[in-house]
């Protein structure tokens, strides 16, 4: 129950942000928080990360469907048949940033965007608090995936050594 209640804070926290922006801040409105680099700034997007395929709404909401119930169909899986820890952790993760634009999506046919980082020239792509969420929560699968194959390689490898020609 702890990691879907942690997916449910994720979601919670992204779509209370959300709604915090798109009530106060109007479409565009940028307000600095650490200079020019981390600023607030209001902005939608139709599309998908870094604004790829955009007012393909009903697309998205289809793979994110699909994504949600493997998640949680996983989740159940992984719980049950193992002691990994991390596993569970990033996979509620995703499963709170996913849900959270895909309410968007469904309600609204777009996501609300406000972190904006700037190095130099450069503008990296405006994301949300699900987006975040989503992508520490692929890092972590990534890390326990290094982890558990670090952990039986040594095991496998043993095994292959007692073998006799």
């Known amino acids: 129950m702890f990691y879907y209640i942690l997916a449910f804070i994720a979601f919670l926290v ?15 409105q940028e307000i600095p928080v650490i200079g020019n680099f981390f600023l607030i700034t209001s902005s939608r997007n139709r599309g998908a990360a870094f604004g790829i395929l955009p007012n393909q ?23 049950a048949t193992s002691s990994r820890k991390l596993l569970p952790l990033a996979l509620s993760l995703v499963l709170g940033g996913a849900i959270g634009n895909f ?42 995936s290094l982890l558990d194959m670090k952990k039986t390689a040594p095991e496998s490898e043993s095994e292959e050594g007692n073998e006799t020609v």
Request: hydrophobic residues 55%; proline residues 1%.
């Open 14 to 28: 992204d779509q209370g942000t959300k709604f915090i922006i798109a009530k106060n801040l109007e479409i565009g």
């Open 57 to 79: 709404r009903w697309f998205f909401i289809t793979i994110t469907i699909v994504v949600v119930v493997a998640i949680i169909w996983y989740m159940q899986r992984v719980r």
């Open 103 to 144: 309410l968007d999506r469904a309600l609204n046919g777009e996501v609300v965007d406000f972190l904006m980082f700037n190095f130099g020239s450069y503008t990296f792509p405006i994301f949300n608090i699900a987006d975040s969420c989503i992508v520490v929560g692929v890092g972590l699968i990534l890390l326990d």
